[in-house]
């Protein structure tokens, strides 16, 4: 693990300042960014006074928004700030009717419009712009609980999961990290309760789970078990920028890739205690993938699971979260308290050249990082994992090892099923005695099933498998 220290040069700018100097919003903003159209390069995020946005330099502080939440939420002000594709709009959550809305403003912090006015709450259990900017997917309250698109312009209601028996599950994520559009702007996936990552048409048609659900009881009152079901808890899906693959969250904060009809799953990191991802982000060209466990530090680590890197501080009192790509893939937004509050931060992709570009006010903190697109060219990269080149990828198996697909434990007649961290399967005719782990490969740890007969050997995050007899 490299340690950088903050770079010295470039602007530090004091929100506090900022908040009594601007009254209201769209004031004193950049003449760039005035109306919709391709706006300047910014960073946005929640400051605990609403939401506000810098140039990735730390100069130029706008405001977004000020408004203050009433009735039910009336200790919140507007938050959870989210880019349009081309940078020109911003969608955020207000409260400021007495239940929440999704908003919409120009870039510049003008011209705030309610997207989905309804009087139940709209939006909090995730929200996500479609592809070329001209609709927004929101899960709404209304008749029980869908999820609903309308156009920009605030036309084209429309609930696409009605009359479905599909209710978009409520997490405790960002309402950002709900819901994904493909890139092409024909599907969007979305977590639904207990059915785990659901796809549908953008149109609503062909509604199709792609989890794999799993045995759970049903109990009583007094805990007799009454019935099984089978269920899925995953969540937070996040389609590849090739539309190829969707990343998500599993169980105890595990990351996932698996591709986008449900298939090749292979765990990335996490799930263990300390280790459990709270945000992550795919890079611009899908090569990469940017998270943070909970109350942790900012990593990256290849999207085939390889090279897993730190990049910021260890430190049991200082924490990093909620990393968001620059666009060109060079660097990376995000928030710290290193500095003893809660401000944004960048740093280079590898770690290097850390910057603070806030100073947060007493009793605020900044939250929901996010850095805006734009047409810049992407220069996206895949990480070399230490002892091979750049040039290789981790296609070959180690010596001794072959390649397999998962077993079908679905309904085994005889053997034995046995799972793996990464959700890897293999039937077996032995009796499981334990599991272990021991050493790794390319950055990839190897887990071990200790049988009575065999050992049976799994790097984590492929199909690689070794049989050791006793």
Not at 262 to 275: L, R
Not at 283 to 291: D, M, T
Not at 294 to 320: F, K, P
Not at 421 to 449: A, F, H, M, N, P
């Amino acid at each position: 693990m490299r340690v950088f220290p903050l770079a010295g040069s470039g602007f530090l700018v004091s929100l506090t300042a900022v908040l009594v100097a601007v009254a209201g919003c769209g004031g004193g903003q950049d003449a760039e960014d005035h109306g919709p159209g391709p706006a300047v390069e910014r960073i946005a995020f929640e400051d605990g006074h609403g939401i506000a946005a810098v140039k990735p330099d730390g100069s130029g502080l706008i405001r977004i928004s000020d408004e203050k939440s009433k009735g039910f939420f009336e200790s919140f002000y507007d938050r959870s700030p989210a880019w349009s594709p081309l940078g020109d709009r911003i969608a955020f959550l207000s409260g400021r009717d007495g239940n929440l809305e999704v908003y919409v403003a120009d870039a510049s912090g003008d011209n705030h419009r309610n997207l989905s006015s309804h009087p139940d709450d709209d939006g909090g259990f995730g929200f996500a712009w479609s592809p070329d900017g001209s609709r927004i997917a929101f899960v709404s309250g209304r008749d029980g609980g869908d999820l609903w698109v309308v156009n920009v312009d605030g036309s084209g209601l429309t609930n696409l999961t009605e009359g479905r028996n599909v209710t978009p599950a409520g997490w405790a994520i960002r309402a950002t990290q709900q819901l994904s559009w493909s890139p092409d702007g024909g599907r969007v996936a979305f977590a639904a309760h207990n059915q785990g990552i659901n796809v549908i048409n953008a149109d609503g048609s062909r509604l199709v789970g792609i989890s794999q659900l799993h045995p759970a009881p049903l109990e009583d009152e007094q805990g007799n078990v009454t019935d099984m079901i089978r269920v899925s808890l995953d969540l937070a899906p996040s389609w590849s920028p090739d539309g190829e693959r969707i990343a998500y969250k599993a169980g105890a904060g595990e990351l996932h890739v698996m591709r986008a009809d449900g298939t090749g799953d292979v765990w990335i990191t996490g799930g263990t205690k300390g280790t459990e991802v709270g945000y992550f982000a795919w890079s611009p060209e899908g090569k990469r993938i940017a998270f943070s466990p909970i109350a942790g530090h900012i990593y990256v680590v290849n999207s085939d699971g390889s090279c897993q890197t730190q990049l910021t501080a260890e430190s049991d009192e200082h924490w990093a979260q909620g990393p968001s790509w620059s666009p060109d893939g060079t660097r990376i937004a995000y928030a710290s308290n290193r500095a003893g509050r809660v401000d944004a931060y960048v740093m280079n992709d590898d770690g290097s050249a850390q910057t603070r570009l806030t100073e947060s006010a007493a009793g605020a903190g900044v939250d929901s990082v996010t850095w805006s697109p734009n047409v810049a060219t992407r220069a996206d990269r895949e990480m070399a994992c230490p002892g091979r080149s750049g040039s290789e990828t981790a296609t070959s198996p180690p010596e001794g090892y072959v390649e397999q697909e998962p077993g079908d434990c679905r309904h085994p007649a005889r053997g034995t099923c046995i799972g793996y961290d990464d959700g890897y399967t293999w039937l077996v005719y032995d009796t499981v005695l334990g599991w272990d782990k021991r050493g790794s490969w390319q950055g990839r740890t190897i887990q071990v099933v200790v049988g009575a007969k065999a050992d049976y050997y799994h790097v984590l995050g492929t199909r690689y498998i070794r049989e050791e007899p006793k």
